[in-house]
């Protein structure tokens, strides 16, 4: 299983983004989908899940202003990220998120 993940960049507070997850899974349709970021110094934490329906859940700290998509026929996985703030700067990993297995990560910077 391959998840590959584009899309990060550079931007100024206040802007946005679009990350997206292509994944060479078999299973895609069936298989809850998830973002995540690990700061530096910090540990990783979950942005957003998926589910199989589209039902969608989110971080605290990114609702309202981060939205989640997937797309089964192209097997992608998309996280829209609007007013981005400095403490979104992380690398962002796509993920299945119950069965292990990870991308290896687009950076997103965001400076003030």
């Known amino acids: 299983v391959q998840l590959q993940a584009s899309g990060g960049g550079s931007v100024q507070a206040g802007g946005s983004l679009r990350l997206i997850c292509t994944a060479s899974?078999?299973?895609?349709?069936?298989?809850?989908m998830g973002w995540y970021r690990q700061a530096p110094g910090k540990d990783r934490e979950m942005v957003a899940h998926?589910?199989?329906?589209?039902?969608?859940d989110y971080a605290d700290s990114v609702k309202g202003r981060f939205t989640v998509s997937r797309d089964n026929a192209k097997k992608t996985v998309t996280l829209e990220m609007a007013n981005l703030k400095p403490e979104d700067t992380a690398v962002y990993f796509c993920?299945?998120?119950?069965?292990?297995?990870w991308g290896r990560g687009t950076q997103v910077t965001v400076s003030s």
């Open positions: 993920t299945t998120p119950f069965r292990g297995f």
């Open positions: 899974l078999s299973a895609f349709a069936t298989t809850t």
């Open positions: 998926i589910g199989t329906r589209g039902n969608a």
